[in-house]
């Protein structure tokens, strides 16, 4: 064919060129409900209920809520967050205009991709990619194909073709779906499911071709890809993956610099790869109640007549409950009746995280050969009532119970010492490169805080106890309340003995043990606070964090208190109880240490009983 010919049908295809795109278009669609009803309709419709029983409404708060909204929402993370890096080789197949003329192992070649992406929700994500590599073909010999070599073939039936070669470089935008999350949901962070997953991708981009001479005149191409995704995860984490990919690439049907046939040119190929994905590879939630409540502050039926006058003696109880650091107890019982760890069971007497490793052996293996356990599979061990458990083992328990530390060497001794005499080891809770010597909510666990010393205690004031009963009366709000400890009102309701004995005033344990099973319980009010100390640079996900954590709290003391046992408290018939999260429940701390005093006493929920006696 001469320069002349090449020339003209070059011409022709730039006129009669089309350019294929498509744009993949990822939308998500969020819709906002708002409630049904307006305060003022749901407050007179409350009020009617209670009326009609003969009840006298003296106040009412009542907290309207929207009963659409999804209980778990995940919330979307800053732009540095769920990405990562890629890369894969492999090799495809060629489809040409003359791709019937040889053999099908004589259209096969390699390819390679390196490649950037980010998740911007757990479903929807793109990635950016470029790569190299070469596809072979055929070529009729009636056209001089600038990718032909070698010598003239001829088949059986008459044809003639030149075998071609065909080098190439591709840059391409993709927009990502995860199939396995659409099907499944959101596996959470540092989960052991979804371990296999598939994703789709599609997209578009730019091929050059290069090192062939300036007289053929090579173009450029655009193309479209698809791509099926397998991906096996290989840490719980989810930053490693090995991928098997399955890819079709459509290209304008002069990448062969031949336009006779084929509507579309097309590599179709298998890669295998792998892929890293950065620090920060999840989501958190964002809690929210699904239905409409109302709390009451004072509700009594109406008095009957009596012809005896009797006056009764009032008084109000008051006590605080203090918490460790990013744990609410929303994920212990019991709040959660399946879980063995009772919340308020660990802060009376628990054990450092109340975590042991699943398996003596690794443990031993490991400190045989002087590594550290960290990283081993961990479990949750039961807790035991604070008055049944002795203190033979020499242990301080519980958080803020006692003004001895309570958080435990991780030395080979120390380990090796409490294995012996309770037959496990004692673990933390590790995440990464943290390890929480307390206990925390399983969705904290991922959260990183600004100083390291922050993960243990390095003091204990005593604050659920006896022991600290005069700084609690000298920080917080009193009044004219008889102020109890965290341990008073635990031994009163579970009984006196045991571990829980060295920590209160047995004098009045017994006082509230004779006013909660004989006195009349008018109202009680629980609130929870949680402090402003959240590490997210989103200021809206950390006011989420700490009022969710508030509310938790709030819900862990409220729930111990509606199923301790004593009817006065445990019979709803007689009173309603009090939530008070609604207003402002995050306070401020300027410092950065969770482990001060200040940020101690506002990780607490207040507990306010009014009865007459």
Known sequence: MSLERNSRLNKEKKMNKVLLSIFSAFCVLEVF???????????????????EQGYRVDSMVVSLQDTTASNRRVVTNPFSYNTFLTGAVGVHKFHGDFNDYGKFSETLDYDWYLGAGKWFTPLWGAKLEG????????????????????????????????????????????????????ICGYEGANSDKLMNQFVLGLGFGFVGHYGYPDEYNVSNDFGVRSELQYSRFLDRAKQWSVDAKFRAQFYQTDFDNISKYNKLDRNLGVALGITYYFKNNGWNYYESPKTTTA???????????????????????????????????SNDAPVDSKSVV???????????????????????????????????????????????????????????????????????????????????????IWNGRQSWQYRVDNAAQGQNLTDVRNYTEDKSYGLNSNLGIDIVRSNMEVKDADLYSFADIYAAIEGLGGYIDGYVDKEKVENLSRILNEGEITNICVSGAATNQDNSTNQEQAQSRNTAL?????????????????????????????????????????????????????RCVKVTIDYMY
């Open 33 to 51: 409900a708002e409630p049904s009803t307006d305060m003022k309709a749901r407050e007179d419709s409350v009020l009617k209920k209670f009326e």
């Open 131 to 182: 790569g190299m590599g070469r596809s072979r073909g055929f070529v009729d010999s009636k056209y001089d194909a600038a990718y032909a070599y070698g010598d003239l073939v001829t088949t059986e039936d008459g044809l003639s073709y030149y075998k071609t070669k065909n080098k190439w470089f591709d840059v391409s935008l993709s927009g990502l779906f995860n199939i396995s999350r659409a």
């Open 295 to 329: 709390y009451l502050s004072y509700v009594m039926p109406e008095p009957e007549p009596v012809e005896e006058v009797r006056v009764p003696q009032y008084g109000q109880i008051m006590f605080y409950v203090f918490y460790p650091n990013n744990y609410s107890g």
């Open 342 to 428: 009772n919340t308020m069971d660990y802060l009376a007497a628990g054990v450092f995280t109340q975590k042991k490793y699943s398996d003596n052996n690794s443990v031993d293996q490991r400190l045989a050969k002087g590594k550290s356990p960290l990283g081993l599979n961990i479990e949750d061990f039961a807790t035991v009532k604070a008055n049944k458990q002795e203190t033979l083992d020499g242990l301080t328990r519980g958080y803020e119970i006692d003004t001895t530390l309570s958080a435990l060497s991780l030395t080979k001794d120390t380990l090796a010492s409490y294995k012996n005499k309770h037959g496990y080891y004692y673990a933390p």
């Open 550 to 602: 508030a509310q938790n709290r709030t819900q862990s003391v409220l729930m111990w208190l509606r199923s301790c046992g004593i009817s006065k408290l445990t019979d709803a018939n007689l009173q309603v109880f009090m939530v008070n999260d609604l207003r402002g429940p995050v306070h401020q701390i300027e410092d950065k240490s969770t482990r001060s005093l200040n940020a101690k006493l506002n």
